[in-house]
């Protein structure tokens, strides 16, 4: 986490410091995730990347159950019953639950932004329709823009604007995704571009969700798409420049590779039906780069806008709840050190991946948030 840690066992006697061996233990176990989330979590600060981390293994762990045969509206419900303990602050004993629960005591996470969370995930649970880019735009508020406000919080930065930029990013790279996956979510019976603009581009819905092939039409929305992404990518980077310092280039450089996977799709003619678009490892160190050269020329909007009408409600909600964090850490928890208590949260890190590995399982737990 961040800061500050606790736990109900662990060592109690010796401080230790966190060293990179355990931060890069606890990386490796997720990295068969989001390698966009990982390139960018190494140009954040310490005191913020296991935070990130966390919060990440929540999220992809919580997508995952949802996603699992037999999920559903069970799965959503059990999430839901989590977070109840969560923020009571008796958790499950499974270590993303535990990570989850120091980081609400430790920065006061408003609840409202995991539940926006866990009711993205119900919508996908409910095969719901998304027939207008509004729409569309809604369900990115829930799976990302929720994530985008969680992680400026965590980082400290809990302004309005800076948090309606941060919703925006999020929507923005759900957008993105959005985009590239077009076969594959068809396949799999999900369609996120909105069902107005395939009818305008002469797409018949349900025909084309039988036979999934790349047509001038699917063509001409996945671009449409994309140039929708591109006008939120340009509106969060003010934001970017409203973070705390130490915090820029990394959020900055997933901003940047994000980016790329549209400008690659867009080289590769628009195709995200019959190929999954990627962008190659020198590019992304290329755009690692840039973001860490480009983060200090940033700067805050001066004169703000207005919040996308999809992400207001995430912001309003935050606005009770700033610097309620500190009053409550470690709340609940045995009075221990803050080394301690980090080091007790990658010690269960690690047990699980151990017990992941001794079940001769081949597949990471996490995976990418649709």
């Not at 069970?74 to 499974?94: C, E, F, H, K, N």
Request: one cysteine or more.
């Amino acid at each position: 986490m961040r800061a500050e840690r606790a736990g109900a066992e662990g060592p109690a006697d010796t401080p230790t410091d966190l060293s990179s061996h355990d931060l890069q233990a606890c990386v490796a176990m997720m990295r068969g995730g989001s390698r966009t989330f990982f390139a960018a979590s190494r140009l954040l600060p310490p005191r913020v990347r296991a935070g990130a981390i966390a919060l990440y293994a929540f999220c992809r762990v919580a997508d995952d159950l949802v996603d699992m045969p037999g999920g559903g509206e069970a799965s959503v419900a059990v999430l839901r019953d989590r977070l109840d303990r969560i923020y009571a602050g008796t958790p499950l004993d499974v270590v993303e639950d535990h990570a989850l629960s120091l980081l609400v005591q430790e920065t006061g996470l408003p609840r409202h932004l995991l539940d926006a969370l866990i009711e993205g995930f119900a919508w996908d649970a409910q095969a719901r329709l998304y027939e207008t880019i509004e729409d569309v735009h809604a369900y990115g508020a829930r799976v990302a823009g929720s994530v985008g406000a969680m992680m400026s919080w965590v980082m400290g930065a809990r302004q309005p604007q800076t948090l309606a930029r941060a919703c925006e990013l999020g929507v923005a790279m759900q957008l993105t995704n959005i985009a590239r996956d077009v076969g594959e979510d068809a396949r799999n019976a999900r369609l996120y571009l909105p069902r107005q603009w395939l009818r305008e581009a002469g797409v018949d819905v349900e025909a084309w969700l039988q036979d999934p092939v790349f047509t001038p039409g699917i063509s001409r929305v996945v671009e449409r798409l994309l140039a929708e992404a591109d006008r939120l990518y340009k509106r969060s980077t003010a934001g970017i420049g409203e973070l705390p310092a130490d915090c820029r280039a990394a959020i900055l450089a997933a901003s940047l590779i994000y980016g790329e996977i549209g400008h690659q799709l867009r080289r590769e003619g628009g195709d995200s039906v019959n190929h999954r678009t990627v962008v190659s490892t020198p590019r992304k160190l290329m755009l690692l780069a840039s973001a860490w050269t480009q983060a200090g020329w940033l700067r805050a909007q001066a004169v703000p806008l207005e919040p996308l009408a999809a992400i207001a409600y995430l912001v309003d909600g935050c606005s009770p709840h700033d610097g309620a964090g500190a009053s409550r850490a470690g709340a609940g928890f045995p009075n221990r050190g803050i080394p301690q208590r980090v080091e007790w949260v990658f010690d269960l890190l690690e047990r699980r991946e151990h017990a992941r590995l001794k079940r001769g399982s081949s597949k990471v737990e996490v995976t990418p948030l649709h």
